[in-house]
Nanobody
Framework: VQLQASGGGLVQAGDSLTLSCTAS??????FAWFRQAPGKEREFVAAIRWESGSTYSPDSMKGRFTLSRADAKNTVYLQMNNLKPEDTAVYYC????????????????WGHGTEVTVSS
């Protein structure tokens, strides 16, 4: 099983960026994105149930971050709008068969992470 994350980069505050995560090897019930800034704990960003398409995210992320999926490509996309310097972090995608979506330990597989840097 592999999760391939991509799409990170250096952007300016207010810009948009789309991250993608493609899974190979098997399917999972839940895909999620977490992020980790230097010196901080891994933070839940958003999750999606593959079968229903239901999405979940913290209130702090709603309105700016949108998660979607492309069934045929086994890929999830994280659309990030109006980025802020505090969004700077390494973003990780995760997959698993979990009912609890916001706890990192509940996921079985992780991508290597893609770095997002937002300059002010």
């Amino acid at each position: 099983v592999q999760l391939q994350a991509s799409g990170g980069g250096l952007v300016q505050a207010g810009d948009s960026l789309t991250l993608s995560c493609t899974a190979s090897g098997r399917t999972f019930s839940t895909f999620a994105w977490f992020r980790q800034a230097p010196g901080k704990e891994r933070e839940f960003v958003a999750a999606i149930r593959w079968e229903s398409g239901s999405t979940y995210s913290p209130d702090s992320m709603k309105g700016r971050f949108t998660l979607s999926r492309a069934d045929a490509k086994n890929t999830v996309y994280l659309q990030m709008n109006n980025l802020k310097p505090e969004d700077t972090a390494v973003y990780y995608c995760a997959a698993g068969n979990t009912l609890v979506v916001n706890i990192p330990d509940r996921y079985d597989y992780w991508g290597h992470g893609t770095e997002v840097t937002v300059s002010s």
